[in-house]
């Protein structure tokens, strides 16, 4: 379908390509000189704080544990409803994921729960921004500092999103991006980690690498069990392109969202569906990134379940996705004996959320469109 609007789309301009030929016809395409100059632009855009690249945002945050020493018997306190890379770097590492519900406006990690989640074992706490969305960080550090925990953010979808005015990564402790290709700023598969030291910062690159401490004919050595997770030259040039055109992809997310709020209100207007609750995101938290669009379906409401409201969208030309399902709802993390009932917040919106279509290329009238299919669908279905 030629005017197809998927629910995301990476930008690749012409300066990106001729950039990525350049390297390739350079003959140095794995990890060297683009890397390290996409290491330091990162590092100086968070404010000089130590930065390294991973071969994507999973090994970033697995590596982020290891650099804090979490492995068996330690226990991580983090949100059920987020991409399953999240908990399932805890179990590789040996810790325990330990789920906390989720606040049911921002969808992130509930902060006032998380103390009666504390225990002898507790080692970090592993926030989600979801959909770009910073919890309080005044809050969660308080937390870590009263009770010596280490925080992990996992700021996959968060890049470019700020607290207070300061960007998200440039303080705190060991922030994890991901630069995955329906990220805000994609290097198509990639990630980085932002790290307190360059103690930190070298120990994290012996991870990346097989645990390589010295290189060179009669130098080599191994003092830890590393992988093999560093970033090519390839993908960081795109990142290096990706970061000039950032301000303006910004900019054009946030003017999309604030008219996705318009129309969709507007379309529930002319349709007579004030009364649907149809649950839209945090509309005044200017610190977002906008890196997604998120609404939350009124199932009790309609006579049909998400999957029909996606698949008669889908034969309207607009693509839409979830994220996330709760974790604890999938069959690895069942037969280890966790419940979705003992988080019902993320239960509750893990059945009924739907991510609309929301990148820089979209056409302003794609909004329109998508709002109208939206509501057309919902009137159609509405037991009322």
């Known amino acids: 379908m030629s005017n197809f609007i998927p629910f995301t789309r990476p930008n690749f301009n012409q300066e990106t390509i001729d950039a990525v ?17 996409f290491e330091s632009v990162l590092s100086t855009y968070f404010g000089g704080r130590p930065v390294r690249c991973f071969a994507n945002g999973t090994a970033t945050m697995k590596i982020a544990l290891q650099v804090a020493g979490i492995g068996a018997g330690d226990e ?27 606040d049911p406006v921002t969808r992130n990690i509930d902060l006032h729960q998380v103390a009666a989640a504390i225990t002898s074992k507790t080692r970090a706490i592993m926030p989600v921004y979801l959909a770009g969305l910073p919890v309080d960080m005044d809050q969660l550090y308080s937390i870590a500092k009263q009770n010596n925990l280490r925080v992990i ?48 910062a070298k120990l994290a690159e012996k991870f990346r690498l097989q645990g390589l401490t010295r290189q060179g004919m009669d130098g080599m050595d191994v003092d ?26 910004q900019a054009r997310r946030t003017f999309l969202a604030h008219q996705y709020f318009d129309a969709i209100r507007t379309e529930l207007k002319s349709a007579g569906l004030e009364n649907l609750k149809l649950e839209l995101p945090v509309e005044n938290f200017t610190d977002s990134n906008w890196h997604m669009f998120q609404v939350l379906l009124p199932l009790e409401q309609l006579n049909c379940d ?5 698949t008669e969208l889908k034969d309207l030309g607009i693509g839409t996705g979830v994220h996330y399902p709760a974790i604890t709802g999938f069959t690895l993390y069942k037969n280890q004996g966790y419940k979705t009932s003992d988080t019902p917040i993320a239960d509750r919106i893990g059945r009924s959320i739907l991510t609309l279509p929301l990148f820089p290329g979209m056409a302003d009238e794609d909004i329109g469109r998508v709002a109208s299919g939206l509501v057309g669908i919902l009137k ?5």
């Not at 140095?28 to 000189?33: E, K």
């Not at 890379?85 to 040996?94: D, K, P, R």
């Not at 303080?171 to 030291?197: I, P, R």
């Not at 998400?306 to 996606?310: A, D, E, F, K």
């Open 380 to 384: 159609k279905h509405c037991k009322n």
């Open 21 to 37: 030929a350049e390297v390739l016809r350079s003959g140095w395409v794995t990890s060297g000189p683009k890397l390290a100059e």
């Open 306 to 310: 998400r999957g029909q409201v996606m």
């Open 153 to 200: 953010e996992d700021a996959a979808q968060a890049f470019g999103s700020q607290w207070k005015g300061k960007k998200i990564g440039s303080f705190g402790d060991l922030v994890s991006f991901s630069f995955q290709a329906n990220k805000n700023l994609t290097t198509v598969e990639g990630g980085c980690l932002v790290l307190n030291t360059e103690v930190e």
């Open 224 to 249: 830890v069990l590393g992988g093999k997770d560093n970033l090519t030259d390839v993908n960081a040039v795109i990142g290096l392109q990706q970061l000039k055109q950032l301000p303006a992809y």
């Open 76 to 102: 991580v306190i983090t949100t059920p409803i987020s991409w399953v890379a999240t908990s399932n770097v805890v179990l590789s590492v040996g810790a325990k994921p330990v789920f906390v519900d989720i």
